[in-house]
Nanobody, 127 residues
Framework: HVAESGGVLVQTGGSLKLSCTIP????????RAWFRQSPGHEREAISC????????TYQNSVKGRATISRDGATNTLYLSMSSLNPEDKAMYYC??????????????????????WGQGTQVTVSS
């Protein structure tokens, strides 16, 4: 199963670092993506990373503020974001698809790509 952690309550201008792990699997086993959803809004993709980490995409609204990073020792994928504002308040989800299902080194900013989802971690930004 996919597990996220790191949800925070921060003030405007603050930052976050979310973690995504898949127990008993290596980072290179899955392409992954970060999504978020706030009440009354559709779930949207923020960023994705191919299983090798060589291909990373960011949504325009977070470009320059968000960074995906990897720790091979702990098989953890991170999403860091800075300059947070109240519009970043949402439940953040990590999603994954096995590299064998993808067939090549890629990721996508589409929910339908990902069969495995975490339960989400809450990010709240106060003004």
């Amino acid at each position: 199963h996919v597990a996220e952690s790191g949800g925070v309550l921060v003030q405007t201008g603050g930052s976050l670092k979310l973690s995504c792990t898949i127990p008993n699997h290596l980072l290179e086993d899955f392409s992954r993506a970060w999504f978020r959803q706030s009440p009354g809004h559709e779930r949207e993709a923020i960023s994705c990373s191919s299983w090798s980490g060589e291909r990373i995409t960011y949504q325009n609204s977070v470009k320059g503020r968000a960074t995906i990073s990897r720790d091979g020792a702990t098989n953890t994928l991170y999403l860091s974001m800075s300059s947070l504002n109240p519009e970043d308040k949402a439940m953040y989800y990590c999603a994954a698809v096995h590299r064998d299902r993808v067939g090549y080194d890629a990721c996508a900013m589409s929910q339908s790509w990902y069969p495995y989802w975490g339960q989400g971690t809450q990010v709240t930004v106060s003004s």
